[in-house]
Protein backbone atom coordinates (compact mmCIF):
# COMPACT_ATOMS: atom_id res chain seq x y z
CA UNK A 1 0.00 0.00 0.00
CA UNK A 2 0.87 3.41 -1.34
CA UNK A 3 1.68 5.73 2.32
CA UNK A 4 3.77 8.43 0.46
CA UNK A 5 5.17 10.41 -2.27
CA UNK A 6 7.97 12.69 -1.31
CA UNK A 7 10.03 14.97 -3.19
CA UNK A 8 13.65 16.03 -1.84
CA UNK A 9 17.15 17.49 -2.94
CA UNK A 10 20.18 15.61 -1.50
CA UNK A 11 24.11 16.02 -1.20
CA UNK A 12 25.30 13.80 -4.05
CA UNK A 13 27.29 12.12 -0.48
CA UNK A 14 24.11 11.18 0.56
CA UNK A 15 22.11 10.91 -3.12
CA UNK A 16 24.57 8.22 -4.22
CA UNK A 17 24.66 6.50 -0.96
CA UNK A 18 21.62 3.54 -0.89
CA UNK A 19 21.61 3.83 2.93
CA UNK A 20 22.26 6.84 3.69
CA UNK A 21 19.75 7.92 0.73
CA UNK A 22 17.30 5.67 2.36
CA UNK A 23 17.51 6.79 5.87
CA UNK A 24 17.14 10.42 4.53
CA UNK A 25 14.01 10.08 2.44
CA UNK A 26 12.08 8.04 6.15
CA UNK A 27 13.47 11.04 8.10
CA UNK A 28 12.12 14.04 5.37
CA UNK A 29 8.74 12.41 5.37
CA UNK A 30 8.90 11.80 8.77
CA UNK A 31 8.53 7.49 8.79
CA UNK A 32 10.08 5.47 11.23
CA UNK A 33 12.00 2.73 9.36
CA UNK A 34 9.37 -0.14 10.64
CA UNK A 35 6.92 1.78 9.20
CA UNK A 36 8.07 1.26 6.02
CA UNK A 37 8.38 -1.94 3.92
CA UNK A 38 9.67 -0.52 0.70
CA UNK A 39 10.86 2.86 -0.73
CA UNK A 40 10.83 3.38 -4.66
CA UNK A 41 13.16 5.70 -6.25
CA UNK A 42 10.51 7.00 -9.01
CA UNK A 43 13.36 9.92 -10.14
CA UNK A 44 16.96 11.37 -9.98
CA UNK A 45 17.86 14.67 -11.87
CA UNK A 46 20.83 16.86 -11.20
CA UNK A 47 19.72 20.51 -9.52
CA UNK A 48 22.93 22.94 -10.17
CA UNK A 49 21.01 25.92 -10.17
CA UNK A 50 22.80 26.97 -6.51
CA UNK A 51 25.71 27.17 -5.26
CA UNK A 52 26.01 23.86 -4.33
CA UNK A 53 25.23 20.93 -6.39
CA UNK A 54 22.31 19.03 -5.27
CA UNK A 55 20.38 15.84 -5.96
CA UNK A 56 16.70 16.05 -6.78
CA UNK A 57 14.94 12.46 -5.84
CA UNK A 58 11.17 11.69 -5.75
CA UNK A 59 10.37 8.75 -4.24
CA UNK A 60 7.42 6.28 -3.43
CA UNK A 61 7.30 4.79 0.10
CA UNK A 62 5.09 1.69 0.83
CA UNK A 63 3.94 0.62 4.52
CA UNK A 64 3.39 -2.70 2.98
CA UNK A 65 4.28 -5.04 -0.16
CA UNK A 66 4.57 -3.10 -3.24
CA UNK A 67 1.87 -3.67 -6.46
CA UNK A 68 4.13 -6.31 -9.07
CA UNK A 69 3.68 -3.81 -11.74
CA UNK A 70 5.99 -1.33 -9.87
CA UNK A 71 8.79 -3.98 -11.34
CA UNK A 72 7.17 -4.39 -14.70
CA UNK A 73 5.65 -5.65 -16.90
CA UNK A 74 8.63 -8.15 -18.04
CA UNK A 75 8.11 -9.09 -21.97
CA UNK A 76 7.76 -12.61 -22.67
CA UNK A 77 8.17 -14.22 -26.34
CA UNK A 78 6.08 -16.68 -27.90
CA UNK A 79 7.36 -18.72 -30.44
CA UNK A 80 6.31 -17.76 -34.06
CA UNK A 81 8.76 -20.15 -36.26
CA UNK A 82 5.71 -21.75 -37.97
CA UNK A 83 3.62 -18.85 -37.93
CA UNK A 84 2.86 -18.03 -41.65
CA UNK A 85 1.75 -14.29 -41.27
CA UNK A 86 5.52 -12.73 -41.84
CA UNK A 87 6.98 -8.75 -41.50
CA UNK A 88 9.82 -7.80 -43.26
CA UNK A 89 11.97 -5.77 -41.30
CA UNK A 90 14.71 -3.68 -43.04
CA UNK A 91 17.18 -2.60 -40.77
CA UNK A 92 18.30 -3.59 -36.99
CA UNK A 93 18.43 -0.28 -35.43
CA UNK A 94 16.38 0.56 -32.54
CA UNK A 95 12.80 1.22 -34.79
CA UNK A 96 13.81 -2.05 -36.56
CA UNK A 97 14.83 -4.65 -32.98
CA UNK A 98 11.66 -3.13 -31.56
CA UNK A 99 9.22 -3.56 -34.35
CA UNK A 100 10.55 -7.21 -34.51
CA UNK A 101 9.84 -8.03 -30.91
CA UNK A 102 6.33 -6.22 -30.83
CA UNK A 103 5.73 -8.49 -34.04
CA UNK A 104 6.78 -12.06 -31.93
CA UNK A 105 4.41 -10.29 -29.28
CA UNK A 106 1.31 -9.93 -31.40
CA UNK A 107 2.13 -13.18 -33.35
CA UNK A 108 3.55 -12.53 -36.45
CA UNK A 109 7.45 -13.99 -37.59
CA UNK A 110 9.55 -10.92 -38.55
CA UNK A 111 12.44 -11.39 -40.73
CA UNK A 112 14.97 -8.80 -40.20
CA UNK A 113 17.52 -7.47 -42.79
CA UNK A 114 20.19 -5.74 -41.75
CA UNK A 115 22.94 -4.26 -44.12
CA UNK A 116 25.97 -4.07 -41.68
CA UNK A 117 27.41 -6.22 -39.20
CA UNK A 118 26.83 -7.80 -35.46
CA UNK A 119 27.54 -5.35 -33.17
CA UNK A 120 31.14 -7.54 -32.39
CA UNK A 121 32.06 -7.81 -35.98
CA UNK A 122 31.21 -4.02 -36.82
CA UNK A 123 34.13 -3.69 -33.91
CA UNK A 124 36.52 -4.24 -36.65
CA UNK A 125 35.15 -2.28 -39.22
CA UNK A 126 35.15 0.99 -36.80
CA UNK A 127 38.43 0.17 -36.10
CA UNK A 128 39.34 0.70 -39.67
CA UNK A 129 37.78 4.03 -39.83
CA UNK A 130 39.45 5.31 -36.72
CA UNK A 131 43.24 3.42 -37.16
CA UNK A 132 43.03 2.89 -41.09
CA UNK A 133 40.91 5.49 -42.26
CA UNK A 134 39.28 2.98 -44.34
CA UNK A 135 35.31 3.51 -44.64
CA UNK A 136 32.90 0.58 -45.25
CA UNK A 137 30.03 1.57 -46.60
CA UNK A 138 27.63 -1.21 -45.31
CA UNK A 139 29.48 -1.53 -41.81
CA UNK A 140 30.34 2.07 -39.93
CA UNK A 141 29.10 3.84 -37.28
CA UNK A 142 26.04 4.39 -38.98
CA UNK A 143 25.28 1.30 -40.15
CA UNK A 144 24.97 -2.69 -38.75
CA UNK A 145 23.06 -4.20 -35.85
CA UNK A 146 21.70 -1.60 -33.16
CA UNK A 147 22.43 1.59 -35.65
CA UNK A 148 24.16 4.68 -35.13
CA UNK A 149 22.57 4.62 -31.41
CA UNK A 150 24.56 1.52 -30.40
CA UNK A 151 28.18 3.49 -30.82
CA UNK A 152 26.90 6.89 -31.09
CA UNK A 153 26.46 7.53 -27.18
CA UNK A 154 23.46 5.53 -25.91
CA UNK A 155 21.54 8.82 -24.76
CA UNK A 156 17.98 7.02 -23.81
CA UNK A 157 16.32 10.79 -22.86
CA UNK A 158 13.29 11.97 -25.64
CA UNK A 159 10.37 14.33 -25.60
CA UNK A 160 8.32 12.02 -27.17
CA UNK A 161 6.47 11.04 -24.28
CA UNK A 162 3.19 11.69 -26.61
CA UNK A 163 4.48 8.70 -28.84
CA UNK A 164 4.35 6.14 -26.69
CA UNK A 165 5.18 4.29 -23.46
CA UNK A 166 8.60 5.15 -22.28
CA UNK A 167 8.58 3.19 -19.63
CA UNK A 168 8.11 0.37 -21.73
CA UNK A 169 10.55 1.16 -24.15
CA UNK A 170 13.45 1.79 -21.14
CA UNK A 171 11.92 -1.96 -19.15
CA UNK A 172 12.64 -3.91 -22.45
CA UNK A 173 15.71 -2.45 -21.99
CA UNK A 174 16.21 -3.69 -18.59
CA UNK A 175 15.24 -6.87 -19.38
CA UNK A 176 17.90 -7.45 -21.89
CA UNK A 177 20.84 -6.22 -19.87
CA UNK A 178 20.75 -2.51 -19.66
CA UNK A 179 21.64 -0.68 -15.93
CA UNK A 180 17.98 -0.14 -14.24
CA UNK A 181 19.17 2.94 -13.38
CA UNK A 182 17.98 4.42 -16.27
CA UNK A 183 14.53 4.01 -15.40
CA UNK A 184 15.47 6.26 -12.47
CA UNK A 185 17.52 8.72 -14.15
CA UNK A 186 16.34 12.17 -15.83
CA UNK A 187 18.21 11.79 -18.88
CA UNK A 188 18.97 7.74 -18.94
CA UNK A 189 22.66 6.76 -20.73
CA UNK A 190 23.91 3.54 -20.97
CA UNK A 191 26.99 3.85 -22.50
CA UNK A 192 28.98 2.86 -26.17
CA UNK A 193 30.67 0.26 -24.10
CA UNK A 194 27.52 -1.24 -22.33
CA UNK A 195 24.92 -0.92 -25.06
CA UNK A 196 26.37 -3.68 -27.72
CA UNK A 197 25.45 -6.51 -25.34
CA UNK A 198 22.37 -5.29 -24.78
CA UNK A 199 21.54 -4.91 -28.67
CA UNK A 200 22.64 -8.30 -28.75
CA UNK A 201 20.27 -9.74 -26.08
CA UNK A 202 17.29 -8.34 -28.08
CA UNK A 203 18.54 -9.58 -31.15
CA UNK A 204 18.98 -13.27 -29.37
CA UNK A 205 15.65 -12.94 -28.08
CA UNK A 206 14.23 -12.51 -31.73
CA UNK A 207 15.38 -15.27 -33.01
CA UNK A 208 15.24 -17.24 -29.60
CA UNK A 209 11.10 -16.41 -30.83
CA UNK A 210 11.44 -18.29 -34.10
CA UNK A 211 12.23 -14.37 -35.71
CA UNK A 212 15.01 -14.26 -38.46
CA UNK A 213 17.84 -11.51 -38.20
CA UNK A 214 20.08 -11.45 -41.28
CA UNK A 215 23.76 -9.31 -41.37
CA UNK A 216 25.18 -8.30 -44.32
CA UNK A 217 21.87 -8.28 -46.28
CA UNK A 218 21.35 -4.97 -48.29
CA UNK A 219 18.47 -4.42 -50.11
CA UNK A 220 18.45 -3.36 -53.76
CA UNK A 221 15.04 -3.46 -55.19
CA UNK A 222 11.31 -3.41 -54.08
CA UNK A 223 8.63 -6.33 -55.30
CA UNK A 224 6.50 -3.52 -56.47
CA UNK A 225 3.42 -4.00 -58.45
CA UNK A 226 0.41 -1.90 -59.08
CA UNK A 227 1.36 0.28 -55.61
CA UNK A 228 1.38 -3.02 -53.37
CA UNK A 229 5.10 -3.66 -51.84
CA UNK A 230 4.81 -7.52 -51.77
CA UNK A 231 8.61 -7.56 -50.34
CA UNK A 232 12.26 -6.75 -51.38
CA UNK A 233 14.89 -7.93 -53.19
CA UNK A 234 18.77 -8.06 -51.51
CA UNK A 235 21.85 -7.33 -53.33
CA UNK A 236 22.32 -11.21 -53.48
CA UNK A 237 19.58 -11.57 -55.90
CA UNK A 238 17.17 -13.24 -53.26
CA UNK A 239 13.48 -12.02 -53.39
CA UNK A 240 11.86 -12.05 -50.11
CA UNK A 241 8.09 -11.83 -49.73
CA UNK A 242 6.23 -11.02 -46.79
CA UNK A 243 2.29 -9.22 -46.08
CA UNK A 244 3.71 -5.89 -45.68
CA UNK A 245 7.68 -4.41 -44.81
CA UNK A 246 8.50 -2.20 -42.29
CA UNK A 247 11.16 -0.04 -43.56
CA UNK A 248 13.60 1.05 -40.68
CA UNK A 249 16.84 2.04 -42.35
CA UNK A 250 17.94 4.78 -39.90
CA UNK A 251 18.67 8.29 -41.85
CA UNK A 252 21.69 7.78 -43.55
CA UNK A 253 20.55 4.77 -45.92
CA UNK A 254 20.61 7.60 -49.19
CA UNK A 255 20.68 4.49 -51.66
CA UNK A 256 17.10 3.17 -49.84
CA UNK A 257 16.10 6.76 -50.76
CA UNK A 258 17.52 6.39 -54.35
CA UNK A 259 15.75 3.59 -54.67
CA UNK A 260 11.97 5.04 -53.75
CA UNK A 261 12.33 7.55 -55.78
CA UNK A 262 13.78 5.80 -58.64
CA UNK A 263 11.09 3.28 -58.34
CA UNK A 264 8.24 6.00 -57.76
CA UNK A 265 7.44 5.81 -54.44
CA UNK A 266 6.47 9.16 -53.38
CA UNK A 267 9.21 10.93 -50.65
CA UNK A 268 9.86 14.31 -49.45
CA UNK A 269 11.95 16.73 -48.71
CA UNK A 270 11.93 17.67 -45.31
CA UNK A 271 13.77 20.20 -43.11
CA UNK A 272 17.08 19.37 -40.51
CA UNK A 273 19.77 20.56 -38.89
CA UNK A 274 23.71 20.48 -40.13
CA UNK A 275 27.14 22.42 -38.14
CA UNK A 276 29.77 21.15 -36.04
CA UNK A 277 31.53 19.44 -33.27
CA UNK A 278 33.00 21.43 -30.73
CA UNK A 279 35.21 20.26 -28.01
CA UNK A 280 35.67 21.38 -25.04
CA UNK A 281 38.18 20.18 -21.41
CA UNK A 282 35.08 18.49 -19.56
CA UNK A 283 36.80 20.61 -16.66
CA UNK A 284 35.99 23.66 -18.10
CA UNK A 285 32.19 22.70 -18.38
CA UNK A 286 31.99 20.98 -14.97
CA UNK A 287 33.24 24.26 -13.62
CA UNK A 288 30.61 26.58 -15.27
CA UNK A 289 27.75 24.21 -14.69
CA UNK A 290 28.76 23.18 -10.98
CA UNK A 291 31.00 26.30 -10.17
CA UNK A 292 33.70 23.85 -9.35
CA UNK A 293 35.80 21.66 -11.20
CA UNK A 294 36.45 18.39 -9.04
CA UNK A 295 32.73 17.19 -9.30
CA UNK A 296 32.94 14.21 -6.74
CA UNK A 297 30.12 11.62 -6.73
CA UNK A 298 28.39 14.54 -9.71
CA UNK A 299 27.99 13.04 -13.37
CA UNK A 300 30.59 14.85 -16.06
CA UNK A 301 28.20 18.17 -16.08
CA UNK A 302 26.64 18.71 -20.22
CA UNK A 303 24.79 21.84 -21.06
CA UNK A 304 21.72 22.30 -23.53
CA UNK A 305 21.53 25.30 -25.63
CA UNK A 306 19.97 27.58 -28.09
CA UNK A 307 19.34 30.70 -29.91
CA UNK A 308 17.75 32.39 -32.86
CA UNK A 309 19.99 33.76 -35.47
CA UNK A 310 19.27 36.55 -38.29
CA UNK A 311 21.59 35.99 -41.51
CA UNK A 312 20.56 38.06 -45.01
CA UNK A 313 17.26 38.62 -43.18
CA UNK A 314 16.16 35.07 -42.54
CA UNK A 315 15.86 33.60 -39.22
CA UNK A 316 17.01 30.10 -38.30
CA UNK A 317 17.41 28.26 -34.83
CA UNK A 318 21.01 27.27 -33.82
CA UNK A 319 20.68 24.67 -30.76
CA UNK A 320 23.31 22.12 -29.22
CA UNK A 321 23.01 18.90 -29.88
CA UNK A 322 23.53 14.97 -28.60
CA UNK A 323 25.86 16.81 -26.27
CA UNK A 324 28.48 14.29 -24.88
CA UNK A 325 30.28 15.12 -21.44
CA UNK A 326 33.30 12.77 -20.60
CA UNK A 327 33.09 11.39 -24.07
CA UNK A 328 34.58 11.37 -27.75
CA UNK A 329 34.45 12.80 -31.29
CA UNK A 330 33.69 10.07 -33.93
CA UNK A 331 33.99 9.54 -37.75
CA UNK A 332 30.44 8.69 -38.59
CA UNK A 333 30.49 8.82 -42.37
CA UNK A 334 28.92 6.05 -44.59
CA UNK A 335 31.10 6.02 -48.03
CA UNK A 336 34.94 7.45 -48.93
CA UNK A 337 35.39 10.94 -49.73
CA UNK A 338 32.95 12.35 -47.61
CA UNK A 339 34.12 13.61 -43.27
CA UNK A 340 31.21 13.28 -40.73
CA UNK A 341 31.44 13.60 -37.24
CA UNK A 342 29.40 12.43 -34.21
CA UNK A 343 29.81 12.00 -30.73
CA UNK A 344 29.34 9.41 -27.97
CA UNK A 345 30.16 8.96 -23.96
CA UNK A 346 31.07 5.28 -22.33
CA UNK A 347 28.91 4.47 -19.37
CA UNK A 348 30.93 6.23 -16.71
CA UNK A 349 31.17 9.36 -19.13
CA UNK A 350 35.51 9.73 -17.77
CA UNK A 351 36.71 11.18 -20.85
CA UNK A 352 38.77 14.37 -20.02
CA UNK A 353 36.90 16.21 -23.21
CA UNK A 354 33.23 17.21 -23.52
CA UNK A 355 31.71 17.55 -27.19
CA UNK A 356 28.35 18.63 -28.66
CA UNK A 357 27.07 18.99 -31.66
CA UNK A 358 26.20 22.87 -32.67
CA UNK A 359 24.08 23.09 -35.65
CA UNK A 360 21.65 25.40 -37.27
CA UNK A 361 18.77 24.92 -39.01
CA UNK A 362 18.35 24.17 -42.56
CA UNK A 363 14.92 24.87 -44.46
CA UNK A 364 13.34 23.78 -47.75
CA UNK A 365 14.26 27.06 -49.09
CA UNK A 366 17.97 26.56 -48.17
CA UNK A 367 18.56 23.61 -50.61
CA UNK A 368 18.18 23.25 -54.26
CA UNK A 369 14.67 21.45 -54.62
CA UNK A 370 13.84 22.95 -58.14
CA UNK A 371 17.22 20.63 -59.53
CA UNK A 372 16.87 17.91 -56.98
CA UNK A 373 13.39 17.49 -56.32
CA UNK A 374 12.60 15.19 -53.11
CA UNK A 375 16.42 14.42 -52.72
CA UNK A 376 17.44 17.78 -52.05
CA UNK A 377 18.60 17.89 -48.66
CA UNK A 378 20.62 14.72 -49.34
CA UNK A 379 22.61 16.51 -52.06
CA UNK A 380 22.91 19.57 -49.46
CA UNK A 381 24.27 17.37 -46.93
CA UNK A 382 26.72 15.69 -49.43
CA UNK A 383 28.16 18.45 -50.96
CA UNK A 384 29.15 19.69 -47.34
CA UNK A 385 30.55 16.39 -46.28
CA UNK A 386 32.32 15.97 -49.52
CA UNK A 387 33.96 19.46 -49.18
CA UNK A 388 35.26 18.76 -45.42
CA UNK A 389 36.84 15.70 -46.67
CA UNK A 390 38.73 17.58 -49.64
CA UNK A 391 39.28 20.34 -47.14
CA UNK A 392 41.52 17.78 -44.75
CA UNK A 393 42.84 15.83 -47.27
CA UNK A 394 40.98 13.20 -48.60
CA UNK A 395 40.87 10.95 -45.81
CA UNK A 396 39.17 10.63 -42.22
CA UNK A 397 40.88 13.55 -40.84
CA UNK A 398 38.72 16.36 -40.41
CA UNK A 399 38.96 19.77 -40.52
CA UNK A 400 38.57 21.97 -37.55
CA UNK A 401 39.61 24.88 -35.98
CA UNK A 402 39.68 26.88 -33.08
CA UNK A 403 37.02 28.27 -31.80
CA UNK A 404 37.95 31.66 -30.87
CA UNK A 405 39.95 31.90 -34.28
CA UNK A 406 36.22 31.07 -35.74
CA UNK A 407 34.66 34.00 -33.94
CA UNK A 408 37.78 36.06 -35.32
CA UNK A 409 37.16 34.72 -39.09
CA UNK A 410 41.32 33.89 -38.46
CA UNK A 411 43.11 31.07 -39.15
CA UNK A 412 44.31 28.45 -36.30
CA UNK A 413 48.51 28.21 -36.49
CA UNK A 414 47.79 24.58 -33.97
CA UNK A 415 44.71 22.80 -32.51
CA UNK A 416 44.47 21.42 -29.31
CA UNK A 417 44.46 17.80 -28.12
CA UNK A 418 41.01 15.84 -29.67
CA UNK A 419 39.21 12.82 -28.87
CA UNK A 420 39.23 12.09 -32.20
CA UNK A 421 41.22 9.37 -33.37
CA UNK A 422 42.01 9.79 -37.15
CA UNK A 423 43.01 13.43 -36.71
CA UNK A 424 42.34 17.17 -37.23
CA UNK A 425 43.67 19.53 -39.94
CA UNK A 426 43.89 22.94 -39.02
CA UNK A 427 41.26 24.69 -42.14
CA UNK A 428 39.08 28.09 -41.74
CA UNK A 429 35.65 26.32 -41.69
CA UNK A 430 33.81 29.35 -43.71
CA UNK A 431 35.75 27.05 -46.70
CA UNK A 432 33.50 24.11 -45.78
CA UNK A 433 30.24 25.34 -44.32
CA UNK A 434 30.14 28.42 -46.48
CA UNK A 435 29.71 31.97 -45.51
CA UNK A 436 25.37 32.04 -44.43
CA UNK A 437 25.74 28.70 -42.52
CA UNK A 438 29.48 29.75 -40.79
CA UNK A 439 27.67 33.36 -40.02
CA UNK A 440 24.88 31.55 -38.10
CA UNK A 441 27.29 29.30 -36.20
CA UNK A 442 28.86 32.74 -35.03
CA UNK A 443 25.94 33.71 -33.91
CA UNK A 444 25.21 31.25 -32.34
CA UNK A 445 28.49 30.64 -30.67
CA UNK A 446 28.77 34.39 -29.23
CA UNK A 447 25.29 33.79 -27.19
CA UNK A 448 26.73 30.56 -25.83
CA UNK A 449 29.58 32.27 -24.88
CA UNK A 450 27.43 34.75 -22.70
CA UNK A 451 25.69 32.02 -21.33
CA UNK A 452 28.98 29.80 -20.35
CA UNK A 453 32.21 31.39 -19.07
CA UNK A 454 35.01 30.45 -21.00
CA UNK A 455 32.70 28.54 -23.83
CA UNK A 456 33.68 30.82 -27.06
CA UNK A 457 37.37 31.13 -26.73
CA UNK A 458 40.16 29.15 -27.98
CA UNK A 459 40.11 26.91 -24.94
CA UNK A 460 37.81 24.72 -27.22
CA UNK A 461 38.02 23.49 -31.22
CA UNK A 462 35.33 23.13 -33.77
CA UNK A 463 35.21 19.94 -35.86
CA UNK A 464 33.62 19.04 -39.09
CA UNK A 465 30.85 18.61 -40.03
CA UNK A 466 27.91 17.39 -37.86
CA UNK A 467 25.60 16.80 -40.51
CA UNK A 468 23.41 13.62 -39.70
CA UNK A 469 20.88 15.10 -37.00
CA UNK A 470 18.18 13.56 -39.01
CA UNK A 471 16.70 12.49 -42.15
CA UNK A 472 16.81 15.31 -44.92
CA UNK A 473 13.67 13.21 -46.30
CA UNK A 474 10.62 11.96 -45.17
CA UNK A 475 9.07 8.92 -46.19
CA UNK A 476 4.89 10.30 -45.70
CA UNK A 477 2.56 7.94 -44.27
CA UNK A 478 -1.07 7.99 -43.34
CA UNK A 479 -1.31 8.77 -39.56
CA UNK A 480 -4.20 6.27 -38.45
CA UNK A 481 -2.43 3.35 -40.83
CA UNK A 482 0.47 4.48 -40.53
CA UNK A 483 0.78 2.60 -43.95
CA UNK A 484 2.56 4.78 -47.10
CA UNK A 485 -0.32 6.77 -48.59
CA UNK A 486 0.60 5.25 -52.13
CA UNK A 487 2.07 1.81 -51.96
CA UNK A 488 -0.05 -0.89 -49.72
CA UNK A 489 1.88 -2.84 -47.28
CA UNK A 490 4.92 0.12 -46.79
CA UNK A 491 4.98 0.74 -43.48
CA UNK A 492 8.11 3.59 -43.34
CA UNK A 493 8.81 3.78 -39.53
CA UNK A 494 11.80 5.70 -36.96
CA UNK A 495 14.39 8.12 -38.16
CA UNK A 496 15.32 7.12 -41.95
CA UNK A 497 11.40 7.68 -42.69
CA UNK A 498 11.42 11.07 -40.30
CA UNK A 499 9.24 10.17 -37.36
CA UNK A 500 11.74 9.50 -34.82
CA UNK A 501 14.96 11.72 -33.60
CA UNK A 502 16.82 9.00 -30.78
CA UNK A 503 17.00 5.38 -29.57
CA UNK A 504 13.76 5.73 -27.27
CA UNK A 505 11.77 7.57 -29.90
CA UNK A 506 12.74 5.93 -32.99
CA UNK A 507 12.08 1.88 -30.68
CA UNK A 508 8.24 3.65 -29.89
CA UNK A 509 7.71 3.98 -33.34
CA UNK A 510 9.03 0.78 -34.18
CA UNK A 511 6.53 -0.70 -31.43
CA UNK A 512 3.93 1.63 -33.13
CA UNK A 513 4.50 0.22 -36.51
CA UNK A 514 4.54 -3.35 -35.80
CA UNK A 515 0.83 -2.74 -33.63
CA UNK A 516 -0.15 -1.26 -37.57
CA UNK A 517 0.67 -4.23 -39.35
CA UNK A 518 -0.89 -6.52 -37.22
CA UNK A 519 -4.36 -3.92 -37.47
CA UNK A 520 -4.08 -4.44 -40.82
CA UNK A 521 -3.94 -8.08 -40.69
CA UNK A 522 -7.24 -8.20 -38.31
CA UNK A 523 -8.75 -6.58 -41.50
Known sequence: MLKQEIELLLTPEIAFDELARYDAILSQAGVKPGEADFVHLKRRSIDARGRQPLVRLRADIYSSRPPAELFGPWFFYPNVKSNSQKTIVVGAGPAGLFAALRCIELGIKPIVLERGRDVRARRRDLAAINKEQQVNPDSNYCFGEGGAGTYSDGKLYTRATKRGDVGRVLRRLVQHGATPDIL?????????????????????????????????????????????????????????????????????????????????????????????????????????????????????????????????????????????????????????????????????????????????????????????????????????????????????????????????????????????????????????????????????????????????????????????????????????????????????????AGYAGGIVSAAMDGERCAEAVAALARR
Open 184 to 496: VDAHPHIGTNKLPAVVQALREAIIEAGGEVRFDTRVTDLLLENNQLRGVVTAAGEAIEAEATILATGHSARDIYELLHRRGVLIEAKPFALGVRVEHPQELIDQAQYRRAERGLLPAASYSLVHQTEVRGQQRGVFSFCMCPGGFIVPAATAPGEVVVNGMSPSRRDSRFANSGIVAAVELSDMDVAQHGPLAGLHFQQQIEQLACQAAGGTQRAPAQLLGDFLKNKPSAHLLETSYQPGLVSVRMDEVLGPVLAERLRQGFRDFGRKIPGYATNAAQIVGVESRTSAPIRIPRDKDTLQHPVVAGLFPCGEG
